[in-house]
Structures are given as C-alpha cells and as structure tokens.
C-alpha cells in the first residue's frame, strides 16, 4: 500500500532519502556484515561516494574492536534485542574516532538475520573525560572517592603522594573516619552525615601521614549522585594546609613573647622570659644568657638554668681570648647550632667539659651592629636543628637583645632622673643628659618621627622613619623630599608636589592631623602611612622648625579591606542561597531578611525590618491556637543561648495563608559573648509534608493488601484440600479394590489421577508457605550450622539414596527466622539432589564470608548446571526449566528461597556452567560471632 498525502492522493516515498536526513550514521549488513544500504552521513564520514559496497562493516572497525563487536552481535542474536556498543570506526582521514553504536538484529527467515543500526561520535566526550582524570589523578590536593559506610574506595595519585602511600592496597576499603584520632573523629563523621544530607561538609584538622609525617588538613566532603539521582558515593578533598597553621603557630608564639618582652622593664625579667621561651619551645634541658663585660675582655654570665653547679662555676666569666664557640660567635657574630659529634670533631678539648651536654644551640645577642652577649640552650640529647626552629631562635636572640636593650635604656632614664635632680644646677650636662634621653625615646618608638629645623634642613630621622624608607636623613632642599624619599598620595600612584608634603605643611604653619600618605621604601614594598604635626615655637614664639609622626597603616587598611570583601560576600551569600534567612534582636524585632525569606512569606524588606517577627509571622500554630511569644523557639534562643531545630511549626505569609516549616534559631552573639539576638534559617517544607503523607498512605494500603492476600490464600489452600483429600481417598479405594481387575486403560487412568492429586496436594502445600512469607519473620539469634542440620535431616532419605557428600565451611550465627533459614538451606540442597548428572555422586559444599556488614553465603552442587539466560527466570514463581516426567516439581522452591532471602535484608542470585554445577549466591545481615 502507498502513502496516501494531505489530498488523498498516493504518493512515494525513496527510503533512502528518509535514512538521508538522520543526523546519525545509518547503515545496515546482512548476517555476514555485509553492507546493505548506508546514509549519506556514513557515506561522507567513510569517504566513499556512493556505497561501499566492496567493504563489509567489520573492515572499518579498528582491528582491536573487530573481536568484541562480533561477540556482541552472536549475544544480541541470541537474545533477539537491540544492543549497543562503544567501538572505534575509520574516519575518511584515516584516523579512527569513538561512537557509540547502537544495532537491532532482523530475522530474515530461512536467509538468517541482518543488522540494521545507527553510530552516534563521542570521540570528543571521551577526550574530555580522559584530560578530566588526568587533572584529578596529577591534583596535589588529596582526593579520595568514599562509600556510604565510610570506606576509601579511590585515591588518587597526587594524594597518594601527600599521604606518603606507595599502594592504595594498604588503605583500600579502610574505615576513612578512623586515620582521625581524637575530638577530630566526630568533626570527620559529621561531614559525612552533612554529605549524606546533600550538603557540603567542611572541617580542619590534624592527621599524621602513613609514614607519620605531622600534617594539618583543609577538608571538604561532598556528595556524589547516580544517574536516577541517587547517593552513591562522598567525593573528599583534603588540602595540606600545614604550612599555614605552623605559620599561625609561630605567629602566636611571637605573640606572647613580644607582648612579654615589652612589659620587661629590668634585664632580670628579659632573661627570666627568654629562657623560658627558649626552653619551653625547643624542649632544652638548660639556658643562660651571657653579656660582654663592660672592658670587652670577658664574657659575664648574666643568668642560667639547669646547668650543674659546677659547670656553672667554671663558666661564670670567660676569657674572650679563648677558643671555643661561646667566644667565636662573639668575634664573628654567627650563630651555632652543635651536636654532640659537631663538638667532638671542632671542639675535642671540650668533651670533658661539657658534662651530660649532647647538643648546644649558640646565639650572638646583637645591638646596632655590635654584638654585646650571648644566648645559650643545651641538650641532653641529640637534637636536629630545622629551618624553623633556626628561625625562631634567631628571632628570639634578636628580640632579646633589643629587650636588654630597652631594659637597659630604662635603667639609664631611671639613673638619669636620679643624677638631673642630684645636679639641677649643672645646666649644660643635664640639657645634653636630656638630649641623648630624647634622641634614645625617639629611636626605641615604632612610629616614625621626622623633624626639621627652622632652615628645612631635616634633623630628625629616626629608626622607624629609617626602616620606613630605607634611607638615611639627608640634608635636603624640601622640593627633593618626595622624590629623594619617594612620597605618594593615598593612590600610591601620583607623586606628592612639595606643597602637599605633611612635613612641609607642618612647617608651612599647618596644623596636619590625620593625613595620609604612601612610601615605596628601597624594597619596593608600599607601605601606608597616616600623619599628624605641628610647627615648634619657642617660647617667645621664634618658629624652630616642624615635627611630624607617622604611623604605618598598612595592615589595618588590608584588614579593612578584608572585613569590607568578607562583609560583601556574606550579603551575595545571603541574597543567593535558597533557604529563607532572618535575624532577630533581643526586642524581636527583624534586623535583615534575605530575598528568599522576602518570597516565601511575601513581605518586602521594607515591610520586615524593625517589624516584630513573631507578631508578623508567627502569631498562630498550625492549629489556629494563640502562639505566645514567651513559648516560641526563637525567642527562648535568644533568652538560653541555646540552638533551637524544629520542623512541625508554621509560618504565616502577609496574604493571611500559613505553610509548614522546618528552621533553626541560633542566637547571635557579640565578640565579649554576650547574645545580641538570633539568626533563623529556614524552608518551606509544603512538599515533603504531603510526600510523607502519600507514603504513610501507601505504606497502609499495602500492609492491608497484604494482609488480605495472606489470608485469601491460607483459605483458599485449606478450602483447595477438602475436595482434593475427597479425590485422593476415593482414587485410593478404586485403586485397591479395582486394581488389576479392569482393563490396562483403566489402570493407567487411575494412576494418574493419584499422581495428579499428589501434585496438586504439594502445589497447595508450597503456595501456603510462599504466601506466609509475608509476614514479619520471627527474628532471635540463629546459629547456621543448626539450621543448616535441620535441613540435612529433612533430606535424610535423599542424601542416603543418592550417596551425596555435603561439606560447609564454619559458619556464623545472626539474627533471623530459625525456621525460614532451614527451609531455605532445605530447598537449595533439595534443588542439588533433584539435578544431579546421572552416575555422578552429588557434591554440596556450603561457603560463608564476611563482607563489611553481611554474611555471603555459597551453596557449591556439580549437578546438570543452567543456562545463562535463564538465571533470572529460575527464581519467578511457577517457572520450570524441565518437563515434569523428568524432574519432579511444583516451581515454587527457588521463589520461596528468594523470598526469604529479601525478607533477611539480603539478596540471592547464581552462577551455572551447563555440565559442570551451579553456585548459589545470597547475603544476609552479619552479626559479631562465627561458630
């Protein structure tokens, strides 16, 4: 029959014009792969003009595709459906690319089959995941592929590297959480239940590598979906931050050891603080700090710590002509950090002298470019001396010997004080005593002071204003300073004209205060500074020049700027996440609402906040009840401090309508602690009420169901046998008193029927029991052998008659139905006895594993075996692979065992080679005890 058109009218159609006009390669073969008819896109893709005829489908193939198509076609021929395949086809070019060939088998009668088929390229799609894996497996960040019980699944290559593992076989399917030791146990589990809930969990912490190498990790955990959308497995990255946090540490440590050192105010307490800084951080066993006499020909030891008192003796003041390290470091001014063989070979005429000394670490404490003393720590052990703790004792003598020095300053403002009121009338020496007293304040300050006097010829520069441009004062016309020390305006881009110089305001007559300005130093690092000054007068008002002080402001206005770039980000945050968020203060009153919240519950901003959130929308209960503010969740949050979740209250929108919610209230707190008010996070929750409602519907629909099937089929096999017990009795009396006395046909009648109400008698008997899986089993701890005996017993007469030998493994003891797992060994041993190869005796052997948190079990027969295909079917109800004259059977057995089995909690399956046996699968829930 032809087409018929829009007019009625027949008309015809080309199909190869059809197959034209596919965006897909379209071909077809005939069963020997030759072609049959290509599109013009496998025509172009080939080269070949018209058709290649004179190539059958496998020449375009790459020759290692060529075996494994043709193995699927002879599968998907004998499970006559369509199939696919990803294989490697020829381009025009030369070059092979990737499709994704997907082919349908057509029976062409007594000519066999033909293919027809389509090829999609995904050539690209594969480079893409191919350069993807490559970038995970060469990542220096540790990322590791988790599954749902927490174990580690994948590594890759650059973890594995920053983990110190040479085989992944070491870790593979090791319980992630437990390489995390201590309070970080929990804060690992809890980013796994943050992913298992769909969201990111995150968390910091400390986790040795194999090899034991001390690591702290940024750790970020994430779920990973299926293709229907379901959890699979947790993508974790872990990032070595180690770096960072012993940068933090050390910042600390510095910390409290400046802050200790500027309240020193005597060398005594400079020494009493470095000491224990020293000892404490290094874990050295003794200390002491000695300074050069005030001749230079000495070293004085000025304290100590925990050297023998002879040592201590013997070593109170030393010689500087001797040579030895303590006074080598003060000749050359370099530190020296000596183990016990270091001294051995440099210093052999020192072993006696040392005592239980294995190691010293020697520190030169210098001032000004002079070095006037000494820090020493020793060891009773050998110890390495790391970058970092060079450093750090290095710094340490540096600070050192500045806190002696400000000690000693202090003394001298101290006796200075003394000597001006003992000498008030010696004029001259206590305005140059005042002198140096200023000119030593002025160089101990950390802001910078700068002065010039009344020619503009600067005069002051000190230490600080040194350090701040690298440069000494110089005496220096004012339209050179921007240049000569180059200034900037607050841009750092555009030089300061002379006019504009704080310094020259001040001397101008200009009261500066707070004025800003940059300095490029000779380092190239700008460094922003903030300026006050004045003019000097005399007293009788002659101008004396101009000071000014500057302080560096570089880090402030970079934490400025970080709080305003973190300040941003939490406002983009809160605008774009889908939760609805609110705050709250100790009034309740709404102190910001994010858009989400704004669409939820139809206010605007404006409309919200200062608004009393309770009032607005949480006046009622789901139950149109009054909801007293003094009983609301929120509120009480900001009374105890507490974290409030709760998820079966409403909220009220502005036209009048309430909807279910699920939120958090936690309260708010400021930097001394104190609760200011509280955050709310919360979700509509409309979907899942009524998605939890369907399901507690269905879930009861089918508890009645089933019920109401259980029992039509206990009455219906009860009420089934009466009339066949009827049959079978009445069979049973013809058969006894008529037997042999009819015909051969009667004979033969009435034994089938006596077999036929057997039949029927035992197909009833095993649909009882099918139907009585359904309910609940009867759990207690099970000991397998047990059951694995009773079942034996059953089959007593069947093992003797066939003469089969059954062996197990030891087996474990778990919870479940005693009962149902009898019944199950039973049937599976029953099936191994009935398909037995003739005059081969039946072997059974009964396996047991241990698998994470199931048992999987085997059950070993070298009987008659099952084909493939019919792996599946064999477990269906009713379903039989043999006549009924050969093998005896109602079907049900291989049902009934499934059943139990996922009534268990587990699953069962097999595995046959036709000839040699069949291997029965299936797991159940594990317990701790093995028999």
């Not at 540096?398 to 001006?420: K, M, P």
């Not at 919240?597 to 404006?606: F, K, L, N, T, V």
């Not at 006549?883 to 049902?895: H, S």
Request: proline share 4%.
């Amino acid at each position: 029959m032809s087409p018929v058109g829009p007019s009625g009218r027949p008309f015809s159609v080309d199909p190869q014009d059809i197959l034209d006009v596919f965006p897909h390669l379209m071909w077809g073969t005939d069963d020997e792969g030759q072609w049959v008819y290509t599109n013009q896109r496998l025509r172009t893709f080939t080269g070949h003009a018209v058709s290649p005829t004179e190539q059958d489908f496998l020449s375009i193939l790459h020759p290692d595709d060529r075996q494994r198509v043709q193995a699927s076609w002879q599968q998907a021929r004998l499970e006559r459906q369509t199939s696919s395949l990803e294989l490697r086809l020829q381009h025009r070019d030369g070059q092979f690319r990737w499709m994704l060939c997907q082919y349908q088998p057509v029976e062409q009668g007594n000519a066999g089959f033909a293919w027809c088929g389509t090829c999609t390229d995904i050539h690209a799609q594969r480079q893409r995941l191919k350069d993807a894996g490559h970038i995970i497996e060469t990542s220096r960040d540790c990322i590791k592929f988790i599954d749902l019980q927490g174990r580690l699944v994948y590594m890759n290559a650059g973890g594995m590297q920053e983990m110190e593992i040479s085989d992944f076989g070491v870790c593979d399917h090791a319980f992630w959480p437990e390489f995390w030791s201590g309070a970080m146990r929990s804060q690992v589990e809890g980013a796994l239940e943050e992913a298992r809930a769909g969201r990111v969990g995150l968390f910091e912490g400390f986790c040795p590598t194999f090899a034991g190498t001390p690591k702290w990790w940024n750790v970020r955990v994430s779920p990973m979906y299926g293709p229907s959308g379901e959890l699979e497995r947790f993508l974790a990255v872990s990032r070595d931050i180690t770096d960072r946090v012993q940068a933090e540490l050390q910042a600390e440590r510095w910390q409290s050891v400046s802050t200790a050192l500027t309240g020193a105010l005597s060398q005594e307490e400079v020494v009493d603080i470095v000491l224990s800084q020293g000892l404490s951080a290094l874990q050295a066993d003794a200390g002491g700090v000695m300074l050069v006499s005030p001749d230079g020909e000495h070293l004085e030891a000025l304290s100590h710590r925990g050297y023998p008192e002879d040592m201590v003796q013997r070593f109170s003041r030393i010689p500087l002509s001797l040579s030895i390290p303590i006074t080598e470091i003060i000749r050359d001014g370099v530190a020296r950090f000596l183990t016990s063989e270091d001294i051995n070979v440099q210093y052999p005429h020192l072993a006696e002298q040392r005592g239980d000394m294995r190691g010293s670490a020697l520190l030169p404490l210098s001032m000004n470019g002079r070095v006037v003393g000494a820090l020493i720590l020793g060891f009773k052990r050998d110890r390495a001396f790391g970058t970092a703790d060079r450093r750090f004792l290095i710094t340490l003598a540096t600070q050192c010997a500045q806190a002696l020095e400000r000690a000693r300053l202090y003394d001298s403002v101290r006796e200075l004080n003394q000597r001006l009121e003992q000498r008030v009338q010696e004029r001259t020496s206590e305005l140059e005593r005042e002198r140096s007293f200023m000119q030593a304040m002025l160089e101990s300050l950390t802001e910078g002071i700068v002065a010039c006097d009344a020619n503009g010829v600067l005069t002051v520069f000190n230490r600080a204003t040194r350090a701040l441009h690298g440069l000494p004062a110089e005496p220096l016309p004012p339209e050179l300073w921007a240049d000569r020390y180059r200034l900037y305006q607050p841009d750092g881009v555009t030089p300061l004209r002379t006019e504009e110089i704080p310094l020259y305001r001040a001397f101008s007559g200009e009261r500066v205060r707070d004025v800003d300005m940059v300095v490029v130093p000779q380092d190239g690092q700008a460094r922003y500074l903030r300026t006050n000054g004045n003019a000097i007068y005399s007293t009788s008002g002659e101008k004396l020049g101009a000071v000014v002080a500057m302080h560096d402001i570089t880090e402030t206005r970079a934490a400025h700027a970080e709080l305003e770039r973190v300040s941003a980000f939490n406002h983009l945050l809160l605008d774009s996440v889908g939760e609805g968020i609110f705050g709250v203060d100790m009034q309740g009153l709404t102190t910001f609402a994010n858009p989400a919240a704004e669409r939820m519950i139809g206010y605007s901003r404006e409309e919200l906040l200062g608004q009393s959130q309770h009032a607005l929308i949480h006046h009622t209960k789901a139950s149109d009840e009054h909801y007293p503010s003094s009983e609301c969740p929120i509120y009480c949050s900001r009374l105890d401090g507490a974290v409030r979740r709760v998820d079966d209250e409403v909220f009220w929108r502005k036209d009048g309508t309430s909807f279910p919610v699920e939120y958090i209230s936690t309260p708010l707190r400021n930097a001394r602690g104190e609760i200011e008010g509280a955050v709310v996070t919360f979700r509509d929750i409309t979907e899942r009420k009524r998605s939890e409602e369907k399901l507690r519907q269905a879930n009861e629909e089918l508890r009645r169901s089933n019920a109401e099937l259980e029992q039509f089929a206990y009455v219906a096999s009860h009420d089934l046998q009466e009339p066949l017990r009827t049959v079978a009795s009445f069979t049973e009396l013809l058969a006894r008193r008529y037997q042999g006395r009819l015909d051969e046909h009667a004979d033969t009648y009435i034994t089938h029927v006596t077999q036929g109400v057997q039949r029927m008698k035992r197909l009833i008997e095993d649909l009882l029991s099918f139907s009585r899986l359904n309910a609940t089993p009867q759990r207690s701890t099970v000991r397998v052998t047990e059951a694995l005996n009773a079942a034996r017993a059953q089959l007593a007469l069947a093992i003797r008659e066939t003469g089969a030998l059954i062996t197990h493994d030891t087996l474990p003891s778990l919870s479940g139905d005693a009962g149902q797992l009898t019944q199950l060994f039973q049937n599976l041993i029953g099936n191994a006895l009935k398909f037995r190869r003739a005059d081969v005796t039946p072997q059974i052997h009964i396996g047991a594993v241990r698998e994470g948190a199931m048992w999987h079990f085997t059950v070993r027969d070298n009987g008659i075996g099952i084909e493939q295909p019919y792996f599946e079917r064999i477990f269906v109800i009713f379903q039989r692979l043999h006549l009924r004259e050969k093998f005896d059977g109602t079907g049900i057995g291989l049902a009934i065992c499934r059943k139990i089995v996922e009534h268990h909690g587990g699953r069962i399956w097999v595995e046959s080679t036709v000839g040699e046996g069949s291997v029965f699968h299936f797991t159940l829930s594990a317990t701790a005890t093995t028999e």
